[in-house]
Protein backbone atom coordinates (compact mmCIF):
# COMPACT_ATOMS: atom_id res chain seq x y z
CA UNK A 1 0.00 0.00 0.00
CA UNK A 2 1.29 3.30 -0.60
CA UNK A 3 1.09 5.13 2.72
CA UNK A 4 -0.02 8.27 1.26
CA UNK A 5 -3.73 6.61 1.18
CA UNK A 6 -3.33 4.85 4.38
CA UNK A 7 -1.19 2.16 6.30
CA UNK A 8 -0.91 -1.41 7.45
CA UNK A 9 -0.10 -2.59 10.96
CA UNK A 10 3.32 -4.41 8.66
CA UNK A 11 4.15 -1.05 7.70
CA UNK A 12 3.86 0.39 10.91
CA UNK A 13 6.40 -2.10 12.19
CA UNK A 14 8.41 -1.42 9.18
CA UNK A 15 8.79 2.05 9.71
CA UNK A 16 8.83 2.51 13.29
CA UNK A 17 9.86 -0.94 14.51
CA UNK A 18 10.27 -1.31 17.82
CA UNK A 19 6.87 -0.55 20.13
CA UNK A 20 9.26 1.89 22.20
CA UNK A 21 9.53 4.12 19.34
CA UNK A 22 5.81 3.63 17.75
CA UNK A 23 5.29 4.98 21.88
CA UNK A 24 7.03 7.50 21.18
CA UNK A 25 5.69 8.42 18.04
CA UNK A 26 2.28 8.38 20.11
CA UNK A 27 3.57 10.57 22.27
CA UNK A 28 4.24 13.36 20.01
CA UNK A 29 1.48 13.16 18.27
CA UNK A 30 -0.91 13.13 20.87
CA UNK A 31 -2.29 17.07 20.91
CA UNK A 32 -2.66 16.31 16.90
CA UNK A 33 -4.66 12.60 17.24
CA UNK A 34 -5.91 12.77 20.62
CA UNK A 35 -3.66 10.10 22.10
CA UNK A 36 -4.82 8.93 25.63
CA UNK A 37 -2.15 9.63 28.01
CA UNK A 38 -1.26 9.48 31.82
CA UNK A 39 1.45 9.62 33.99
CA UNK A 40 3.25 7.08 35.65
CA UNK A 41 4.52 6.15 38.66
CA UNK A 42 8.19 8.33 37.95
CA UNK A 43 6.10 10.83 37.18
CA UNK A 44 6.35 10.50 32.87
CA UNK A 45 3.48 11.60 30.54
CA UNK A 46 3.43 8.12 28.55
CA UNK A 47 0.74 6.64 26.23
CA UNK A 48 -2.06 4.80 28.12
CA UNK A 49 -2.22 1.47 26.95
CA UNK A 50 -4.64 -0.14 28.65
CA UNK A 51 -7.25 2.48 26.29
CA UNK A 52 -5.26 1.92 23.01
CA UNK A 53 -3.11 -0.57 21.42
CA UNK A 54 -0.52 1.23 19.93
CA UNK A 55 -0.41 -0.64 16.14
CA UNK A 56 -3.72 -0.09 15.70
CA UNK A 57 -3.94 3.75 16.98
CA UNK A 58 -1.60 4.82 14.54
CA UNK A 59 -3.12 2.38 11.55
CA UNK A 60 -6.89 4.26 12.63
CA UNK A 61 -5.31 7.81 12.90
CA UNK A 62 -2.52 7.78 10.11
CA UNK A 63 -2.58 10.79 8.16
CA UNK A 64 0.36 11.28 6.12
CA UNK A 65 0.95 14.49 6.21
CA UNK A 66 1.36 15.21 9.51
CA UNK A 67 2.98 12.02 10.23
CA UNK A 68 5.63 12.67 7.95
CA UNK A 69 6.62 15.94 9.22
CA UNK A 70 6.69 14.07 13.07
CA UNK A 71 8.79 11.27 11.05
CA UNK A 72 11.80 13.14 9.88
CA UNK A 73 12.44 14.95 13.16
CA UNK A 74 12.43 11.93 14.81
CA UNK A 75 15.04 10.68 12.44
CA UNK A 76 16.73 13.53 13.13
CA UNK A 77 17.14 12.60 16.83
CA UNK A 78 18.54 8.95 15.97
CA UNK A 79 22.54 7.80 15.89
CA UNK A 80 21.63 6.84 12.62
CA UNK A 81 21.02 10.32 11.39
CA UNK A 82 24.17 11.65 13.25
CA UNK A 83 26.32 8.75 12.19
CA UNK A 84 25.67 9.83 8.42
CA UNK A 85 26.29 13.30 9.35
CA UNK A 86 29.92 12.67 9.97
CA UNK A 87 30.57 10.07 8.16
CA UNK A 88 32.11 11.64 5.01
CA UNK A 89 34.86 12.77 7.33
CA UNK A 90 35.57 9.58 8.49
CA UNK A 91 35.41 7.96 4.89
CA UNK A 92 38.43 10.48 4.33
CA UNK A 93 40.25 9.47 6.89
CA UNK A 94 40.60 6.15 6.50
CA UNK A 95 40.99 6.52 2.98
CA UNK A 96 44.23 8.44 3.78
CA UNK A 97 45.08 5.98 6.17
CA UNK A 98 44.42 3.08 3.52
CA UNK A 99 46.93 4.28 1.44
CA UNK A 100 49.54 5.33 3.52
CA UNK A 101 49.52 1.61 4.26
CA UNK A 102 50.50 0.91 0.75
CA UNK A 103 47.78 -0.27 -0.55
CA UNK A 104 46.68 1.04 -4.30
CA UNK A 105 43.43 -0.59 -5.59
CA UNK A 106 39.58 -1.90 -3.77
CA UNK A 107 40.30 -5.21 -4.80
CA UNK A 108 38.50 -7.68 -2.09
CA UNK A 109 41.56 -9.80 -0.73
CA UNK A 110 38.75 -12.64 -0.06
CA UNK A 111 34.80 -13.61 0.21
CA UNK A 112 33.76 -13.44 3.73
CA UNK A 113 31.78 -16.73 3.58
CA UNK A 114 34.86 -18.50 2.39
CA UNK A 115 37.39 -17.29 4.75
CA UNK A 116 37.88 -21.01 6.39
CA UNK A 117 39.12 -22.11 2.92
CA UNK A 118 40.90 -18.87 2.25
CA UNK A 119 42.83 -19.23 5.47
CA UNK A 120 43.54 -23.17 4.47
CA UNK A 121 44.71 -22.24 1.51
CA UNK A 122 46.85 -19.14 2.11
CA UNK A 123 48.62 -20.68 5.63
CA UNK A 124 47.48 -23.84 6.44
CA UNK A 125 48.49 -25.99 3.14
CA UNK A 126 51.49 -23.88 2.52
CA UNK A 127 52.87 -24.38 6.44
CA UNK A 128 51.39 -28.05 7.77
CA UNK A 129 54.70 -29.63 5.97
CA UNK A 130 57.14 -26.88 5.88
CA UNK A 131 57.00 -24.41 8.78
CA UNK A 132 59.35 -22.40 7.30
CA UNK A 133 56.69 -20.88 5.13
CA UNK A 134 53.89 -20.00 8.35
CA UNK A 135 55.82 -16.13 9.56
CA UNK A 136 55.24 -15.23 5.59
CA UNK A 137 52.02 -17.07 5.10
CA UNK A 138 50.72 -15.14 8.54
CA UNK A 139 51.75 -11.86 8.10
CA UNK A 140 50.16 -12.40 4.32
CA UNK A 141 46.71 -13.41 6.01
CA UNK A 142 47.11 -10.64 8.38
CA UNK A 143 47.12 -8.11 5.84
CA UNK A 144 44.42 -9.42 4.22
CA UNK A 145 42.56 -9.44 6.81
CA UNK A 146 43.53 -5.92 7.34
CA UNK A 147 42.76 -4.71 3.82
CA UNK A 148 39.36 -6.15 3.84
CA UNK A 149 38.61 -4.44 6.84
CA UNK A 150 39.04 -0.92 5.51
CA UNK A 151 37.21 -2.09 2.58
CA UNK A 152 34.07 -2.72 5.16
CA UNK A 153 34.58 0.16 7.02
CA UNK A 154 34.28 1.99 3.20
CA UNK A 155 31.36 -0.25 2.59
CA UNK A 156 30.01 1.31 5.73
CA UNK A 157 30.38 4.72 6.31
CA UNK A 158 29.58 5.18 2.56
CA UNK A 159 26.29 3.39 2.63
CA UNK A 160 25.49 5.96 5.79
CA UNK A 161 26.47 8.97 4.11
CA UNK A 162 24.18 7.94 1.17
CA UNK A 163 21.55 7.50 3.29
CA UNK A 164 22.17 10.81 5.68
CA UNK A 165 21.86 13.09 1.89
CA UNK A 166 18.84 10.73 0.11
CA UNK A 167 17.34 11.77 3.25
CA UNK A 168 18.18 15.22 2.80
CA UNK A 169 17.60 15.36 -0.87
CA UNK A 170 14.04 14.98 -0.89
CA UNK A 171 11.06 16.14 1.86
CA UNK A 172 8.93 12.96 1.04
CA UNK A 173 11.23 10.86 2.16
CA UNK A 174 10.12 8.50 5.47
CA UNK A 175 13.39 6.10 6.53
CA UNK A 176 12.95 3.29 8.89
CA UNK A 177 13.83 3.24 11.96
CA UNK A 178 14.66 -0.26 11.99
CA UNK A 179 15.39 -1.56 8.41
CA UNK A 180 13.27 -4.57 8.79
CA UNK A 181 11.70 -6.57 5.97
CA UNK A 182 13.88 -5.28 3.48
CA UNK A 183 12.78 -1.51 3.04
CA UNK A 184 15.30 1.25 3.52
CA UNK A 185 12.48 4.52 2.53
CA UNK A 186 9.66 5.61 1.87
CA UNK A 187 9.99 7.61 -1.55
CA UNK A 188 7.23 9.21 -2.11
CA UNK A 189 4.64 6.96 -0.23
CA UNK A 190 6.25 3.84 -1.61
CA UNK A 191 8.66 1.23 0.13
CA UNK A 192 12.40 1.04 -1.47
CA UNK A 193 15.11 -1.52 -0.64
CA UNK A 194 18.08 0.32 -0.89
CA UNK A 195 21.06 -1.76 -2.67
CA UNK A 196 24.63 -1.30 -2.50
CA UNK A 197 26.58 -2.64 -5.72
CA UNK A 198 30.31 -2.47 -6.41
CA UNK A 199 29.82 -3.36 -9.84
CA UNK A 200 27.85 -3.41 -12.69
CA UNK A 201 28.24 -7.04 -12.75
CA UNK A 202 30.86 -9.15 -15.47
CA UNK A 203 28.05 -10.89 -17.00
CA UNK A 204 26.73 -7.15 -18.01
CA UNK A 205 30.47 -6.21 -18.83
CA UNK A 206 30.99 -8.94 -20.91
CA UNK A 207 27.31 -8.38 -23.16
CA UNK A 208 28.54 -4.82 -24.10
CA UNK A 209 32.19 -4.96 -24.51
CA UNK A 210 33.94 -2.04 -24.20
CA UNK A 211 30.54 0.00 -24.77
CA UNK A 212 29.97 -1.59 -21.32
CA UNK A 213 30.58 1.91 -19.33
CA UNK A 214 28.53 4.47 -21.61
CA UNK A 215 25.68 1.92 -22.07
CA UNK A 216 25.41 1.84 -17.24
CA UNK A 217 25.63 5.00 -17.31
CA UNK A 218 23.40 6.16 -20.23
CA UNK A 219 20.70 3.24 -19.40
CA UNK A 220 21.31 2.39 -15.86
CA UNK A 221 18.04 0.42 -15.70
CA UNK A 222 19.48 -2.15 -17.51
CA UNK A 223 22.44 -2.61 -15.28
CA UNK A 224 19.52 -3.00 -12.48
CA UNK A 225 17.91 -5.43 -14.39
CA UNK A 226 20.99 -7.59 -13.90
CA UNK A 227 22.10 -7.00 -10.63
CA UNK A 228 17.90 -8.09 -9.58
CA UNK A 229 18.57 -11.49 -11.67
CA UNK A 230 21.93 -12.41 -10.17
CA UNK A 231 20.84 -11.79 -6.95
CA UNK A 232 21.07 -14.19 -4.29
CA UNK A 233 18.20 -16.20 -3.93
CA UNK A 234 18.40 -16.35 -0.14
CA UNK A 235 18.01 -12.71 -0.03
CA UNK A 236 15.45 -12.27 -3.11
CA UNK A 237 12.40 -9.74 -2.86
CA UNK A 238 10.18 -8.32 -5.64
CA UNK A 239 9.40 -4.71 -3.25
CA UNK A 240 10.45 -1.43 -5.42
CA UNK A 241 14.68 -0.83 -5.12
CA UNK A 242 16.88 1.69 -5.03
CA UNK A 243 20.30 0.89 -6.89
CA UNK A 244 23.36 2.52 -5.97
CA UNK A 245 26.23 1.15 -8.31
CA UNK A 246 29.70 2.10 -7.78
CA UNK A 247 30.54 2.01 -11.68
CA UNK A 248 34.05 2.20 -11.63
CA UNK A 249 34.54 0.69 -8.23
CA UNK A 250 36.80 3.50 -7.50
CA UNK A 251 35.12 4.10 -3.62
CA UNK A 252 34.75 8.03 -4.82
CA UNK A 253 32.57 10.39 -2.63
CA UNK A 254 33.41 13.42 -3.97
CA UNK A 255 30.82 15.39 -5.82
CA UNK A 256 28.44 12.69 -4.70
CA UNK A 257 26.00 15.70 -2.75
CA UNK A 258 25.29 16.84 -6.38
CA UNK A 259 24.67 13.65 -7.54
CA UNK A 260 22.12 12.78 -5.16
CA UNK A 261 20.27 15.98 -5.85
CA UNK A 262 20.59 15.11 -9.38
CA UNK A 263 17.84 12.43 -8.68
CA UNK A 264 14.24 12.40 -9.44
CA UNK A 265 12.82 10.62 -6.67
CA UNK A 266 9.13 10.98 -7.94
CA UNK A 267 9.84 9.19 -11.16
CA UNK A 268 10.78 5.42 -10.87
CA UNK A 269 10.67 3.45 -13.69
CA UNK A 270 9.48 0.00 -13.81
CA UNK A 271 11.82 -2.61 -14.70
CA UNK A 272 10.84 -6.21 -15.75
CA UNK A 273 13.00 -8.79 -15.11
CA UNK A 274 13.13 -13.18 -14.82
CA UNK A 275 14.40 -14.99 -12.17
CA UNK A 276 15.33 -18.54 -11.79
CA UNK A 277 14.30 -19.84 -8.87
CA UNK A 278 16.21 -23.08 -7.54
CA UNK A 279 12.48 -24.74 -6.85
CA UNK A 280 9.88 -23.27 -8.96
CA UNK A 281 12.19 -22.34 -11.88
CA UNK A 282 12.13 -19.00 -14.11
CA UNK A 283 9.04 -16.30 -13.06
CA UNK A 284 8.84 -13.11 -14.74
CA UNK A 285 8.73 -10.03 -12.33
CA UNK A 286 8.67 -5.99 -12.32
CA UNK A 287 9.36 -3.44 -10.09
CA UNK A 288 9.64 0.11 -9.85
CA UNK A 289 14.00 1.59 -9.59
CA UNK A 290 16.08 4.34 -8.88
CA UNK A 291 19.23 4.50 -10.13
CA UNK A 292 22.33 5.71 -8.72
CA UNK A 293 25.56 5.65 -10.88
CA UNK A 294 28.41 6.65 -9.25
CA UNK A 295 31.99 7.23 -11.02
CA UNK A 296 35.14 8.36 -10.70
Not at 49 to 63: C, M, R, S
Not at 133 to 147: A, P
Request: glycine share 6%.
Amino acid sequence: MNIKVGITKEQVGLILGSKDTQHLFLRIMKDVWNVPVKVNRKGVEVVDTKLIDITNFIVENWNYDEARVVLREMFRTTEKYRNGMKAIKLFNHYKSEYFKLGYVDYKWPFVSAQFDSYAVKTVVYPSAYDETNFDGSLKKMQKDIEKFSYLKIFNTLRNDYLEYLIFNADEDIIPTFSHRGGIDYYIHGIGFDQKVSRSVTNQFMDCYGESWRDVALSEPHIVSKYLMELGDESRFSNVPRFFIVDVDGSYDLEGIEDRVKEISFDEPQNVSYSYNHSSTGVKKYFCPVICLMLTK
